[in-house]
């Protein structure tokens, strides 16, 4: 298993831009979250799914768009980026049940910068 | 909303000495995680704590959840270069989807 990828690693966007940072995961899992990590700072969520088709949102969703078309795919949209949207994006993937450990498996992180 | 507050926030040991990261959260968690994130790298998870009370330990790691499991720590006994890093906890309350992330604690061992 691939476990949760990430493309791309790193990108420079020009105020404006737009772009799709792109999160896949091969571990069937139902949960899928868009963390956010500023320089020296915690983890802030952007937004989740529970499952194909359905979204929430998180701490910090202005700015971004996502959907879940697939249980494997979860795609994070950024409409006219802004320098505040510089940050590490970590996408992860999850399997929630009743019981158990819903272990949060991350992926490598896209390292994004606005100018 | 529901914070999850760490310290410290940062904090430097002689290799072999200890270390304990201490996080709290201003509602009772159904569950708390704790992850680990090496300088450049993803966090990693390390273990879940559930019940009121649990202690856990992995090696040289001691896991502790709070009687009213609002706080938890984490504690590196003698420490090594490989424990660097930035440890985070997350904790979920009763019912939610999602985890909220504490604010970390980056550990710098000094050889």
């Known amino acids: 298993n691939a476990g949760v990828t990430q493309t791309p690693k790193f990108r420079i966007l020009k105020i404006g831009q737009s772009m799709t940072l792109q999160c896949a995961q091969d571990?069937?899992?139902?949960?899928m979250y868009w963390y956010r990590q500023d320089p020296g700072m915690g983890l802030k969520l952007i937004y989740y799914?529970?499952?194909?088709?359905?979204?929430d949102k998180g701490e910090v969703p202005n700015g971004y768009n996502v959907s879940r078309s697939t249980t494997e795919d979860f795609p994070l949209r950024l409409e006219l980026a802004a320098p505040s949207q510089t940050s590490v994006y970590f996408c992860?993937?999850?399997?929630?049940?009743?019981?158990?450990?819903?272990?949060?498996?991350f992926g490598p992180g896209t390292r994004l910068t606005v100018l | 909303g529901q914070q999850v507050m760490q310290i410290p926030q940062y904090q430097h040991v002689q290799e072999g000495e200890d270390f304990t990261t201490y996080c709290n959260s201003s509602?009772?968690?159904?569950?708390i995680q704790w992850y680990k994130q090496r300088p450049g790298g993803h966090p990693v998870f390390l273990i879940q704590?559930?019940?009121?009370?649990e202690v856990k330990k992995q090696k040289r790691l001691t896991f502790q959840f709070g009687e009213a499991k609002k706080n938890s720590s984490l504690h590196i006994t003698a420490t090594q270069t490989t424990d660097v890093g930035t440890y985070f906890c997350?904790?979920?309350?009763?019912?939610?989807?999602?985890?909220?992330f504490g604010t970390g604690t980056r550990l710098t061992v000094i050889p």
């Open positions: 992860a993937s999850s399997y929630l049940s009743g019981g158990g450990t819903d272990t949060q498996y």
């Open positions: 509602t009772t968690l159904s569950n």
């Open positions: 997350a904790g979920r309350q009763t019912g939610a989807n999602n985890l909220f």
């Open positions: 704590l559930v019940k009121s009370g």
């Open positions: 799914s529970v499952g194909a088709g359905i979204t």
């Open positions: 571990m069937n899992h139902n949960y």
